[in-house]
T-cell receptor, first 111, second 113 residues
Framework: EDKVVQSPLSLVVHEGDTVTLNCSYEVTNFRSLLWYKQEKKAPTFLFMLTSSGIEKKSGRLSSILDKKELFSILNITATQTGDSAVYLCAVIIQGAQKLVFGQGTRLTINP | EAQVTQNPRYLITVTGKKLTVTCSQNMNHEYMSWYRQDPGLGLRQIYYSMNVEVTDKGDVPEGYKVSRKEKRNFPLILESPSPNQTSLYFC????????????FGPGTRLTVT
């Protein structure tokens, strides 16, 4: 069974801290890994990672994939209250044309 | 504006009363998909469609039906809703297949009593 596991499930930090969110996966046929941010509404796309070791970066957010150890991390530096959200990791299954999501990490940034 | 729309946004209904949640996208995307989101379980795929008249089951298809008669529309049908289908539902679309960034609709919160 294809499985995506995120950790921690919940995280509370102070504004300005740096956080690392984890996503590990066990799937039959990996194609790509996606990160989404979900505030009160629909998930919005952050990154898609396909190759190992290549960091994707957008402002204070960055992510990297390790296909040998089957995990990805999402880093957020100098956190702000607007970063408070649920962060979702999903894996695209090659051939099956479907996404398998993790449970999400609820990140709360306190001022 | 490029978007995925869903209707209704909120729905409270009773067990057994057939309902349809509509989904429409204006981006000419080929791939469309339905998810449900429940606390602690993340997003789980119900059905997906790779093109008109081509649909397939996701991980949790029981109790749901879909159709894809036009490229832009992908309605989700609950023939006989039950309380365990109370959930937050998202429709999503992407350019080609599921192997691409998916754009999500605003969500439909369904309560079945």
């Amino acid at each position: 069974e294809d499985k995506v596991v995120q950790s921690p499930l919940s995280l509370v930090v102070h504004e300005g801290d740096t956080v690392t969110l984890n996503c590990s996966y066990e799937v039959t046929n990996f194609r790509s890994l996606l990160w989404y941010k979900q505030e009160k509404k629909a998930p919005t796309f952050l990154f898609m990672l396909t190759s190992s070791g290549i960091e994707k970066k957008s402002g204070r957010l960055s992510s990297i994939l390790d296909k040998k150890e089957l995990f990805s991390i999402l880093n957020i530096t100098a956190t702000q209250t607007g970063d408070s959200a649920v962060y979702l990791c999903a894996v695209i299954i090659q051939g099956a044309q479907k996404l398998v999501f993790g449970q999400g990490t609820r990140l709360t940034i306190n001022p | 504006e490029a978007q995925v729309t869903q209707n209704p946004r909120y729905l409270i209904t009773v067990t057994g009363k057939k309902l349809t949640v509509t989904c429409s996208q204006n981006m000419n995307h080929e791939y469309m998909s339905w998810y449900r989101q429940d606390p602690g379980l993340g997003l789980r795929q119900i059905y997906y469609s790779m093109n008109v008249e081509v649909t397939d089951k996701g991980d949790v298809p029981e109790g749901y039906k879909v159709s894809r008669k036009e490229k832009r529309n992908f309605p989700l049908i609950l023939e006989s809703p039950s309380p365990n289908q109370t959930s937050l539902y998202f429709c999503a679309s992407s350019l080609w297949t599921g192997s691409y960034e998916q754009y999500f609709g605003p969500g439909t919160r369904l309560t079945v009593t």
